[in-house]
């Protein structure tokens, strides 16, 4: 079917208004005997609280010159024609279609707990390789570099960074100091921000920690808690989603043949063609 056809065909299935003799109260614009009302416009677009509105006015606009083509096509005995009923009845069919399997297949996939995560991972592991270098951080900002140089050496003293971010919560200027922290995140080089840091953290060993590093006003201290260079292998925090897509995938694949295995016994299948044997 001509694509420009089906989204005509679609939007005056969706849009199509009251169309008969009865004026209904509420509506809004009128092509001969059909109408468009508050509540179609509202079914489409949301609201109907201010007709001047710019999206309710295209809605209405196409609404009209729709309608407008739609009766001429119907004054030429086109809506009617063989042709036309049968695109409509492959529109229902293919509409029906879609809703049983949103109903079957897609609304109902369940929940993955993290045994299933970790039984994926490990015999798939080698699939999951990684495209782009990525490091673990603890990162930490400060709105002036003596707070930031105090932070770094009470981790170099062998305090741990959540018990230096402890001590450091105790004392109120301390406190005010810090700007913004996050612990034990993952980043890439497009995700770390800001992007200067990115210079230094490759120059850093696991379990270093920087000096402070000023961007704009605040002050950055960094802790490299591990990295992972491209083309090693990523742990399952790298991958958790990608695996959880792959098995929402997988479900859905083996509902859907169980759906197809299910109705082949249901209803009565005759084949008539003879098919090619494989050379």
């Not at 490091?135 to 002036?144: E, G, K, M, P, Y």
């Not at 105090?150 to 700007?179: M, P, V």
Request: glycine residues 4%.
């Amino acid at each position: 079917m001509n694509i420009r056809f089906f989204l005509i065909l679609t939007f005056l299935l969706a849009v199509g208004g009251c169309q008969n003799n009865d004026q209904p109260p509420d509506y809004i614009a009128r092509v001969g005997n059909s109408f468009l009302t508050q509540s179609d416009i509202i079914e489409n677009v949301g609201s109907v609280s201010d007709t001047s509105n710019l999206q309710v006015r295209i809605f209405v606009n196409k609404w009209i010159e729709n309608e407008m083509l739609f009766q001429e096509a119907s004054e030429e005995g086109l809506a009617g024609s063989k042709e036309i009923e049968r695109h409509v009845a492959e529109v229902r069919k293919q509409l029906a279609i879609q809703a049983l399997i949103e109903n079957k297949i897609y609304n109902d996939t369940a929940a993955f707990n993290e045994e299933k995560l970790r039984n994926y991972y490990s015999k798939h592991s080698n699939e999951f390789v990684l495209r782009e270098d990525v490091v673990r951080l603890n990162i930490a900002s400060f709105t002036d570099r003596q707070h930031a140089t105090e932070f770094r050496n009470l981790i170099l003293k062998n305090k741990q960074w959540n018990d230096a971010l402890e001590y450091f919560q105790t004392y109120d200027t301390k406190a005010s100091s810090i700007h913004s922290e996050i612990s034990g995140a993952l980043f890439t080089q497009l995700t770390v921000y800001p992007a200067e840091l990115w210079k230094v953290i490759q120059n850093l060993s696991t379990k270093d920690i920087s000096f402070p590093i000023k961007s704009g006003d605040l002050f950055y201290v960094v802790q490299i808690i591990e990295k992972y260079p491209q083309g090693s292998k990523a742990e399952l925090a790298l991958v958790r989603n990608e695996i959880v897509q792959r098995l929402i995938t997988q479900e859905r694949r083996f509902k859907y043949d169980s759906l197809i295995s299910s109705l082949r016994k249901k209803y009565n299948i005759e084949l008539k063609i003879t098919q090619d044997e494989k050379k």
